[in-house]
C-alpha cells in the first residue's frame, strides 16, 4: 500500500471493519495480481515519472514495479483505506462523505438520468459530490432505472452506442477530469475513482446488503458545485441574435474564453452526449462567471461515432451555437499550441493509459483504440487552432485515427515523424 500501515489503520477506525476488510482485500488483489498481466516494466515506468506533468505524476522513490504502479494509479483512485496522493482537497471531502456514512446520513439517488448516480452528503446534510457506481450506468446489469431495462428487454438493437465500451463511464468521467487537468483547462470539477458502500446504493434481489454489510462499489466521485446552473437557463438568453444580452463587453469575453475551453475538452474526449443540460454557468452581474462540464461519461469511443453508426451521428451540441463561429480567444490558442507537442501527447497518453488498467474488465486492445481516436482529435485542433478555424469549423474536419511511429517517446518536436495519421473507416458502420 501507498499509505503507512499506521495512517491505514487510523483511517479504518472511523470505518465499519467489515466494509474496511473487504476494501483493504481488494486493494491488495489488485496492488498484487493485476500488474502481473499489464506488461508494465520498470525502466518504462521511470520514464513516465519523469516526463508526466506535476498536475498528474507522482515522483517514484522505487524501481519496483507494484510499488510504481500504485503511486501513478493512486493519483486517481481512492478508497475508504486509500487516500488520492497529493490531493488533500479531495481527501478531505471523502473524508467528510465517510463520515457521514457512518453516521447513517446515506447519499440519496438522482432522480433524473438512466443510471443510478447519487448525491453524496456530509455530516450537516449538504451536497459534496456525485457519485456514479459502475455497476449502476445506463446498461449495467444493476441498473436501479427501469427504462433501460426495458430497453435492453425490448429494443436491444438499438441497446448502448456502439463506439462506446459497455459500463465504463466511470473511467471515462474520472479521465475528462485527467484530460482537464492536463491541458489546464479547469472546467471539469475535480473527479476520481472511488469504492464507497453504502445501504442506500441498488443491490440486486438485496444480495449487497446481508450480514456482512453492503458490498463497496467502484465508481466516479466528482465534487459537488454550488451556485451553478444549467446551460439551457442561460444561454438562450445570451446567444447572438436574441436580441439582449446582459453581458458586459468584458464578460463576453470571458464567456468566450471559457466556451472555447468546453469546446477544446469536449472535442479531444470526443463526448458522445454534450448537450444544454450538462454544462452549467455560474453568473454573478458583474462579480463571478465560469463554467463547468459535468456528465462526462460517454466520451473515449473506440472508434469515431460517425464510423459506427449510419443513423446516430452524436454531433457537438454546442457547434449549434452562435457563440461557436467566433474565432479563437489567441491567448488560449497560443498556450495550446505551445502546450500541444508529441511529447506532451505521449504523456497524456501514458497517464490515461494506467488510468484505464484499472478496470480489468476491459480488453487491452480497445483501450488502444480509445487512444487512437484520441491522438486524432489531438492532431485535428493543433491544425485548426493553426489556421484559426473556430470551434464550428473545427468540428467538420476529416476524421483520422492517429498511432505513434516511435516505440516509447517521441524523438523531437516533429508530428510527422512521430505520429503515423490514416482517414476513419466508414465500411463497417450499423444501423445504430
Not at 51 to 69: A, F, L, R
Not at 156 to 172: D, K, Q, V
Not at 247 to 267: G, I, S
Not at 376 to 395: F, H, T
Request: net charge positive; hydrophobic share 35%; glycine share 4%.
Amino acid at each position: 500500500m501507498t499509505l503507512e500501515t499506521k495512517d491505514c489503520d487510523r483511517q479504518l477506525q472511523t470505518i465499519p471493519l467489515n466494509i474496511c476488510t473487504n476494501l483493504k482485500q481488494e486493494l491488495e488483489t489488485i496492488d498484487q495480481s493485476y500488474l502481473s498481466h499489464t506488461g508494465f516494466t520498470s525502466k518504462s515506468e521511470e520514464n513516465y515519472a519523469m516526463e508526466s506533468s506535476q498536475s498528474v505524476s507522482v515522483p517514484s522513490t522505487s524501481t519496483h514495479p507494484d510499488s510504481v504502479w500504485q503511486r501513478k494509479v493512486h493519483a486517481y483512485v481512492a478508497s475508504s483505506c486509500q487516500e488520492i496522493l497529493n490531493d488533500d482537497d479531495f481527501n478531505q471531502n471523502l473524508k467528510r462523505a465517510l463520515e457521514a456514512i457512518q453516521a447513517g446520513i446515506q447519499p440519496i439517488r438522482i432522480a433524473a438520468g438512466s443510471s443510478g448516480s447519487y448525491f453524496v452528503r456530509d455530516i450537516n446534510y449538504q451536497k459534496i459530490a456525485v457519485f456514479k457506481p459502475k455497476d449502476e450506468e445506463p446498461f449495467a446489469p444493476q441498473n436501479p432505472k427501469w427504462p433501460k431495462y426495458f430497453q435492453r428487454m425490448l429494443c436491444f438493437c438499438c441497446f448502448g452506442r456502439a463506439c462506446l465500451i459497455p459500463n465504463n463511464g466511470y473511467m471515462s468521467e474520472t479521465a475528462a477530469s485527467l484530460v482537464d487537468e492536463k491541458l489546464q483547462l479547469h472546467i471539469v470539477p475535480k473527479t476520481r475513482v472511488v469504492k464507497l458502500a453504502s445501504p442506500a446504493f441498488y443491490y440486486k434481489d438485496g444480495s449487497g446488503v446481508k450480514s456482512k454489510g453492503p458490498k463497496g462499489k467502484d465508481g466516479s466521485y466528482q465534487l459537488f458545485l454550488n451556485g451553478y446552473v444549467s446551460a439551457s437557463d442561460i444561454i438562450p438568453r445570451w446567444n447572438k441574435g436574441s436580441g439582449f444580452c446582459p453581458l458586459t463587453a468584458t464578460e463576453v469575453e470571458r464567456f468566450k474564453y471559457l466556451f472555447q475551453k468546453l469546446c477544446v475538452l469536449d472535442y479531444v474526449i470526443r463526448n458522445t452526449d454534450r448537450h444544454m443540460e450538462n454544462w452549467l454557468i455560474k453568473y454573478e452581474p458583474g462579480k463571478v462567471l465560469e463554467l463547468a462540464a459535468i456528465d462526462n461519461g460517454l466520451a473515449f469511443p473506440v472508434k469515431h461515432p460517425e464510423t459506427s453508426s449510419r443513423l446516430r451521428q452524436f454531433p457537438f451540441a454546442w457547434a449549434q451555437l452562435s457563440w461557436a463561429n467566433y474565432p479563437w480567444n489567441e491567448e488560449l490558442r497560443i498556450f495550446l499550441l505551445q502546450l500541444l507537442t508529441p511529447q506532451f501527447v505521449q504523456s497524456l497518453c501514458d497517464d490515461i493509459a494506467t488510468l484505464f488498467k484499472y478496470d480489468r474488465d476491459v480488453n487491452r486492445f480497445l483501450k488502444y483504440s480509445q487512444l487512437r481516436v484520441l491522438r486524432g482529435q489531438i492532431w485535428n485542433l493543433r491544425l485548426a487552432l493553426m489556421m484559426k478555424e473556430s470551434p464550428a469549423k473545427m468540428v467538420k474536419r476529416p476524421l483520422v485515427l492517429v498511432s505513434r511511429r516511435y516505440r516509447r517517446y517521441p524523438p523531437d518536436d516533429d508530428w510527422n515523424r512521430a505520429f503515423r495519421v490514416k482517414p476513419a473507416d466508414f465500411g463497417n458502420r450499423g444501423c445504430c
